[in-house]
């Protein structure tokens, strides 16, 4: 007990003397004697200018230094200023070994932070060349091996050093930064930042305030933060409850409007757990507004995510109008007004699936899953929709004529004033496409594309390793059906295509009229498709295509033209007459049509059109030059039967199988009703051959007339019935 007594007296002993020294200390020693020294060894040590214009000044309860007015030049150029620091803590805190700081306060600092324009920090100046540490010092660390890490069972369950601190207040705070090289300047400033009552375990108060500005974009931020933390002894545990921030966005970046954010909720994290978590957590800007609670389990490569996400209802064009960016000019005024999203967020560790998701965009309503592999960046996408008008979000038509395109003169040279066209560049991106792995399902009740009305889509498209497919890409269209197959293989420089297409009894009327206002062609069409095609630029994929497309057309007909038209003005031309009809009407039924385009490049072929006409049949080929919009095709209407009540376009025996040219000639975007006409300069060659088969035949039946009035009797007098017979019909053979 002795021992017990004597050692306590002598640790009191020990404190009294500490007291006493600091307190001696305080008393008799004026650290503004020291100033002059203190200078000096910052300026021997550094590169900096060292200035303590300000008091210095301590005391011991609480034991406490304050710094007044104090600047630091570097190069002669300011970079650190400082009005006042202050540091207090309790003296009997450090006794205990809970160390107790009263208060902390920083006031007035200004740092200006440059580089120049050969990209060095002044901060990088700070210490002399050569000066950092001597490569001696750096091998010797280098070598000498971590100390090993002391197991917790060998601590002897030692507690954590507590801390308490009463009060931490910065004010007036500003850092300033510059490039020289870019002239980008960052400027944060009025940085104010309070905090009382700190203790590990607890519940402590924190407000945070700031001005942010930069000059590329523009952009000036004014914020205040509140809320309350709390960290435990271990530090490994953290919380923030109550968050209510605000801020204010001004300058060019947002249009220069005023715009303002907030963020309000909870957050949690325990690293020890590796779990974190957000709840009633809720972001807005101007009028966009995000919900989120959300859980996190493990912060490794294989997160376990839970929680919910949504976005409240919003009107994107008010939202764009807000912050102050250029409107989204669309066909539809009224589309862009109503948008919102809401999904739950789960799925199993290193994937995040989003369930029950939901898309709403004006009228259309989008439902389904999103996955997403975060190790391999794997989507497997599934979303429904019920219908949606593309059309409506389109620009809208401009009235003004288009441009016309600039000629060039015999030497290819552009013409004076001509605009060179840019050059091409690639359509995909292949290494990006080679790291895909998609795995997309699709689906839409009703879609309108280019006025198009199509229905009941379904879509599948998946990637893997640069190979992607769409199988199928099918729906209704115009009381038909479609399906078509694509696959891409961009696994080479030089992708390659192969479209496959089946289409089954589409109205075509209906479709070309609302696809481009064309009545040309009316009927059920019936086509496959086969194509292929290499490259990555669009000349590429034209000049490279190959394939067949078969088609039929049943029941239908050709508007804005009436073949019968043309083919009675034949007619009247090889019977010497003139038509007397004048309502011919605008179109040409046909019960079948059928044939086979081939694609070579830019160039379509078609050799083995056929058409059953009333009265007549069509037959036709010729070519359409893609790159150029042109069309050459000739066809011709062979007369079979009576074709039409005009006398003048009766068929005589003459007429009858003569085949009336048409020609179709001009650009395939034009009138369609000036496409074709008669082909009067290949007629007169079908009339000379008319006539002289006319001709032929009137002499061949004078011949036989003359051999059946003038020999007739008496071969029949000489010979028998047969024999005449035979002999008379050699006779008439010799003059055919």
């Known amino acids: 007990m002795k021992a017990l007594r004597y050692l306590l007296i002598a640790v009191v002993a020990v404190i009294v003397l500490i007291a006493a020294a600091v307190v001696i200390a305080t008393m008799v020693l004026d650290p503004n004697d020291y100033k002059p020294q203190i200078e000096k060894i910052v300026e021997k040590k550094t590169n900096l200018d060292l200035s303590l214009n300000g008091d210095i000044s301590w005391s011991f309860i609480p034991i406490g230094l304050e710094v007044n007015d104090v600047e630091a030049k570097l190069d002669g150029d300011q970079f650190v200023k400082l009005n006042l620091l202050r540091a207090e803590v309790d003296f009997w805190s450090l006794i205990s070994m809970s160390p107790a700081v009263d208060t902390f306060t920083l006031d007035g600092l200004d740092a200006r932070l440059v580089k120049n324009k050969q990209g060095q920090g002044n ?11 001597p490569a001696d010092e750096q091998a010797a660390q280098k070598e000498e091996p ?23 207040a910065i004010t007036n705070a500003q850092v300033h930064y510059s490039d020289q090289g870019t002239g980008q300047s960052v400027t944060l400033d009025d940085f104010s930042l309070n905090a009382s009552d700190i203790t590990l375990g607890q519940t402590f ?152 998701l939901q898309l709403k965009l004006d009228d259309t309503t989008f439902k389904g899953s999103f996955g997403l592999g975060l190790a391999n960046t794997a989507i ?62 699709l689906g839409l009740g009703e879609l309108v594309a280019s006025n198009l009305t199509i229905t009941d889509i379904q879509s599948k498209i998946s990637a893997k390793n640069g190979l992607i497919k769409v199988d199928p890409f099918a729906g209704k269209l115009y009381e038909g059906d479609f399906n078509v197959q694509a696959t891409l293989d961009a696994r080479k420089n030089n992708p390659t295509w192969k479209i496959t297409e089946r289409a089954n009894n589409i109205q075509t009327l209906s479709l070309l009229t609302d696809l481009a206002d064309m009545k040309l062609l009316s009927g059920a069409a019936n086509l496959t498709a086969d194509i292929t095609t290499q490259g990555n630029r669009l000349s590429a994929l034209r000049s490279n295509a190959k394939g067949d497309i078969k088609f039929n057309l049943d029941k239908g007909s050709f508007n804005k033209m009436n073949l019968t038209k043309m083919a009675c003005q034949g007619i009247a031309l090889a019977n010497q007459e003139s038509l007397t009809t004048t309502d011919w009407g605008d179109s040409t039924p046909f019960n079948d049509m059928h044939g086979v385009l081939k694609i070579d490049g830019n160039t379509v072929k078609n050799t083995d059109l056929t058409a059953a006409l009333a009265g ?70 079908t009339l000379k051959d008319m006539a002289a088969n006319a001709a032929k035949k009137k002499a061949t039946e004078e011949v036989n007339k003359a051999i ?8 029949n007098e000489k010979l028998d019935k047969d024999t005449s017979d035979k002999v008379k019909g050699a006779l008439k053979g010799l003059f055919k």
């Open 205 to 356: 108060p924190l407000s945070l305030g700031f001005h942010f500005a930069t000059n590329e974009p523009e952009l000036d931020v004014v914020a205040q933060i509140k809320a309350q933390l709390n960290a435990n002894e271990a530090l490994n545990q953290f919380q923030m409850q109550d968050l209510d921030s605000s801020f204010e966005l001004k300058g060019a970046a947002v249009g220069g409007k005023t715009v303002n954010a907030s963020f309000t909720g909870n957050a949690a994290a325990n690293l020890e757990q590796e779990t974190a978590s957000l709840s009633d957590f809720v972001a807005k800007l101007a009028g966009l507004e995000l919900s989120a609670n959300l859980n996190v389990a493990g912060f490794g490569d294989k997160p376990k995510l839970d929680g919910k996400l949504s976005v409240a209802e919003f009107s994107i064009r008010d939202l764009m109008d807000t912050l102050g960016q250029a409107p989204i000019e669309t066909s539809d005024p009224d589309v862009l007004k109503k948008a919102s999203f809401s999904t739950d967020i789960g799925g199993k560790p290193g994937q995040v699936d989003l369930n029950n």
């Open 708 to 715: 059946d009035e003038k020999l007739g009797d008496k071969l």
């Open 146 to 168: 971590a100390p090993a890490e002391t197991p917790a069972a060998d601590q002897g369950g030692s507690e954590p050093l507590k801390f308490n601190v009463e009060e931490i």
């Open 616 to 685: 007549m049949e069509l037959k036709g080929g010729g070519t359409v030059d893609l790159a150029k919009s042109d069309l050459d095709y000739e066809a011709g209407l062979r007369v079979v039967g009576e074709i039409h009540r005009d006398e003048a376009c009766r068929v005589t025996k003459y007429v009858e199988n003569v085949v009336i040219p048409v020609e179709c000639r001009g650009d395939i975007s034009g009138d369609p009703a000036k496409l074709c006409s008669f082909d009067g300069s290949r007629f007169r060659d």
């Open 123 to 133: 901060w990088e100046r700070i210490m002399p060349e050569g000066e950092t540490k």
């Open 380 to 441: 497997d996408l599934k979303l429904k929709g019920d219908k949606i008008n593309v059309d409506r979000y389109l620009p809208p038509k401009s009235d003004q004529p288009a441009a016309e395109t600039a000629s060039s003169d015999d030497s290819g040279a552009p013409a004076p004033g001509s605009t060179k066209a840019p050059p091409e560049s690639d359509l995909l991106p292949l290494d990006t496409l080679r790291g895909l792995d998609l795995d997309v399902d």
